[in-house]
């Protein structure tokens, strides 16, 4: 059992492989944290590393004892109105009007497992041996608020979850105001903070910052966890790098606005608090009744950032992740979007799947505008049946054509988006977010279905799973391209409007569920404008994303390594674009971009039929190739080399689990005039080995490769790129 309580000093101590997370009963009530970090033995009594200290200004909580202060106690699940005023962890209104509640230990139960967490995706276990759960109820009796907090160590991965479950158990309503997923407090302010930021076309850029007294961290309020922010943040000490220093790292398993924020306080102690974001969020809370808050994934490395990545990469990709398509290997396909945008006719979609097919190509996929009267983005939103202007003989004829060119055929679909002008919205005009009397503001000539109504969902389960029933659909894409305003529903009354941003995302992940789990056999990839909605609570359901509208290669660098700080290469679907770049009107080599598109799943987004006779030979051994080093890059193990947010070359590399193969790529994004030499030195093989580099025959010891380098070729011109493939004898 990695999880371990100590009656004599109330302490209980969580176990990872490679840490420690220990917290204790502090004076039979509190709940305190006392370490988390590199793994200490289990019978040590970590109850010291707390020292009560009275302060000027900090309350006490016993007149006898003015050592005692809330404010200076490092607290699992903080309240506030008793004595701590830093970041609460929760919020509770009771009937009188006030919001002054504190929570203790009332129990708690450790077992073998995972518990699901009922509507919302989590981590999973296929066993009962992988994890162990504690649960510690705490309940302020007076005001009839209980909370459970749930630990589950996953302790081969590396990695604890944390969520959390609120009951009334009084006999009046409780208003929850805020209901964080997770609290962590530690004894200094000596860190750097981590955040992936950016935009639309630049999302995930890596953003590091010192901490500093007061308030930092990222939020959305967008009602998706969107490009601008991810809900992800890591803490790490100021010498850590790639493969060095402490990280600790924590991501929200959710789709919606969160927020995750470092508090550091006036004794430079900081604490991370992170959830559902508490701005516009408000739930009623019934007699009898519960509130779930999402799951969060705490991971703690002692080898930089990469150990922490590999530790998530591996947790997503075998225990977030479901599904057949979880351990295959994805299909390179082609995407007719940047080909042809909105003006397509069946025939010329079958040339470019023809063209595909020839060049290997195993799936096509027909993005947007193929149903209703879709010719530009202002109409048909909602009416999931097809354009018979543009595909008279319907989808059916389509698919076959495409299959009997041996192509498995994908679709689009944004299925949570209603345009105004649709046949549906003029059906139900109150099915989309919007607030009595006020404007209904759209974006990219939208609005949003109110997926908080049983009703919707259930026409989004019902059309979408119409058109998968009705040809041999096996790929979709979910598109979903605006963010929520005036985000009200219907259907809920007055008190309980502030809960509709939350009961939209619980509704999308019940859609989700029933989608993937009636169509297995189906891949499907997520997508909003690009990576605006790249977390784990998608991921759950569908297992890999467009990572990004920008397919421009160079900014596909930064793209993709920042989101492999978090997320595994088998989650980012990544394609070769036309040149000019549609998005940055940049020319860069076909080369590169294939190279760059290599570390994820791979794919093209342009009309293949232009291509020369020597574009599609690159094509074609790009394919080829790709085919043989997929497994490596979607279930390998991935060593970032160099940064493209520190210079102008970027390296990272992908390792097989047994250490048999490699795969490394080098992009260089500018020419350097009498440039120096560059030496590449290499991570994760097994210095024992022999590798044998396969572009010229030549071996290498592991160890030579890992502590010596390579020598990477003088590249000639702008934007070049080099991949080597590295096979152990
Ligand atoms: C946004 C997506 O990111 C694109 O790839 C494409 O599918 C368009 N939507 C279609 O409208």
């Not at 605006?532 to 359901?541: E, K, M, S, T, W």
Request: hydrophobic share 35%.
């Amino acid at each position: 059992m990695p999880i371990f309580y100590h009656p004599n000093t109330k302490q209980f101590h969580l176990q990872t492989r490679h840490t420690s997370y220990v917290m204790g009963i502090f004076r039979d009530r509190y709940l305190a944290h006392y370490y988390w970090g590199a793994k200490v033995r289990e019978e040590a009594d970590l109850t010291g590393l707390h020292v009560p200290a009275g302060r000027a200004f900090s309350p006490t909580v016993d007149p006898k004892d003015w050592h005692f202060s809330l404010d200076t106690t490092p607290l699992e699940y903080p309240s506030h109105g008793t004595g701590d005023f830093r970041e609460p962890a929760y919020a509770a209104e009771l009937p009188n009007g006030t919001q002054t509640t504190e929570l203790a230990y009332v129990s708690h139960s450790i077992r073998s497992g995972k518990p699901a967490i009922e509507g919302l995706p989590s981590v999973y276990t296929e066993s009962d041996e992988e994890a162990t759960t504690l649960q510690i109820v705490l309940e302020d009796a007076a005001a009839g608020l209980r909370a459970e907090l749930t630990y589950t160590v996953m302790e081969q991965l590396d990695a604890i979850t944390r969520s959390v479950r609120f009951t009334n158990t009084g006999s009046a309503p409780l208003k929850l105001n805020r209901a964080l997923s997770v609290s962590v407090d530690f004894d200094h302010s000596g860190f750097d903070l981590i955040q992936l930021s950016g935009a639309w076309a630049r999302e995930r850029h890596l953003v590091r910052r010192p901490l500093a007294y007061g308030l930092q961290g990222v939020e959305s309020s967008r009602g998706a966890s969107s490009h601008q922010m991810n809900p992800f943040l890591a803490l790490l000490t100021p010498d850590a790098g790639e493969e060095h220093g402490e990280v600790y790292g924590f991501n929200l398993v959710y789709s919606g606005n969160f927020t995750a924020r470092a508090t550091v306080d006036q004794f430079r102690t900081t604490r991370v608090s992170m959830g559902i974001n508490p701005f516009g969020f408000r739930w009623l809370l019934e007699p009898g009744a519960t509130f779930q808050a999402p799951e969060a994934v705490l991971v703690y490395s002692a080898h930089g950032l990469g150990g922490m990545s590999r530790i998530y990469h591996k947790l997503y990709r075998t225990r977030l992740i479901r599904g057949a398509f979880r351990d295959q290997a994805r299909p390179v396909l082609i995407n007719n979007w940047e080909a042809t945008y909105f003006d397509f006719t069946a025939d010329k979609i079958e040339s470019i799947a023809q063209a595909g097919q020839e060049l290997g190509i195993e799936l096509f996929v027909l993005d947007d505008g193929w149903f209703g009267k879709r010719d530009d983005d202002t109409t048909s939103l909602g009416d999931w049946f097809v354009h018979h202007n543009k595909l008279p003989k319907g989808l059916p004829d389509l698919v076959e054509r495409v299959r009997s060119l041996g192509l498995q055929f994908g679709l689009w679909f944004e299925p949570e988006m209603i345009s105004p002008d649709s046949e549906l919205y003029r059906a139900h005009p109150d099915w989309c977010l919007h607030v009595p009397e006020r404007r209904r503001s759209e974006a990219r000539n939208q609005l949003i279905l109110d997926l908080s109504r049983p009703e919707v969902c259930d026409y989004i389960v019902r059309v979408v799973g119409d058109v998968l029933r009705s040809a041999p659909i096996t790929y979709v894409k979910w598109d979903m391209n605006r963010h929520m305003t005036e985000v009200g529903s219907a259907a809920l009354p007055p008190e309980r409007q502030a809960e509709t941003a939350h009961r939209y995302m619980l509704g999308l992940y019940g859609v989700m569920e029933r989608i993937t789990s009636e169509f297995p056999h189906v891949l499907f990839e997520s997508c909003s404008g690009g990576g605006g909605r790249f977390d784990p609570g998608i991921l759950h359901y569908m297992p890999q994303t467009w990572t990004s509208d920008d397919t421009d290669a160079v900014e596909r660098l930064k793209i993709q390594y920042g989101t492999s700080i978090v997320y595994p290469a088998s989650s980012m679907g990544s394609h070769v674009s036309a040149v000019p770049n549609h998005q940055v009107h940049r020319n860069t080599p076909l080369t590169m971009r294939g190279d760059v598109a290599m570390s994820g799943n791979f794919g093209y987004e342009l009309d293949l039929t232009k291509f020369t006779e020597e574009e599609k030979e690159t094509v074609k051994q790009q394919v080829a190739f790709y085919k043989e080093i997929r497994t490596l890059v979607q279930q390998g193990d991935m060593y970032r080399l160099r940064s493209p947010f520190e210079g102008n070359d970027t390296a990272w590399m992908f390792v097989s689990e047994d250490r048999s193969e490699a795969l490394v790529g080098y992009f260089q994004v500018l020419s350097e005039p009498n440039a120096p030499l560059t030496r590449l030195r290499l991570q994760g093989l097994d210095p024992e080995r022999q590798y044998v580099l396969q572009e010229t025959g030549e071996v290498y010891g592991g160890d030579r490769l890992m502590h010596a380098g390579i020598v990477i070729p003088h590249l000639h011109g702008d934007f070049q790129s080099r991949l080597f493939r590295f096979i152990a004898k």
